[in-house]
């Protein structure tokens, strides 16, 4: 069962940057095509960004081209995503999911996490 955690959520004012992590167990990172997607309050779940399987490969919303970097370290079964630049339209539930195929399409992804929350002050 492959099993997806996020971490590195929270509080930061904007302009600030912070970076989110996603630890995949279960199986090895490198089979998949690996997304964040976020999801505001009372809005849809958006696409943000993917990175294909040898990380050489990415696409970016966009709207946070430019300020997000999507990476992986298929050693460490890890994903990130580091954002700069905050604003406060970032505010959102953050998750990573993994799929088949690269593609910003939700219904894409197989595995998903249960997001970590990143909030964005003015």
């Known amino acids: 069962q492959v099993q997806l955690v996020e971490s590195g959520g929270g509080l930061v004012q904007g302009g600030g940057s912070l970076i989110l992590s996603c630890v995949v167990s279960g199986g090895a990172s490198s089979m998949y095509v690996m997304g964040w997607f976020r999801q505001a309050l009372g809005k849809e779940r958006e696409f943000v960004a993917f990175i294909s399987r040898s990380g050489g490969r990415t696409n970016y919303a966009d709207s946070v081209k430019g300020r997000f970097t999507i990476s992986r370290d298929n050693a460490k079964n890890t994903v990130y995503l580091r954002m700069n630049s905050l604003k406060p339209e970032d505010t959102a539930v953050y998750y990573c999911?993994?799929?088949?195929?690269?593609?910003?399409?939700?219904?894409?992804?197989?595995?998903w996490g249960q997001g970590t929350q990143v909030t964005v002050s003015s």
């Open positions: 999911a993994a799929g088949p195929a690269p593609v910003g399409k939700e219904s894409e992804y197989n595995y």
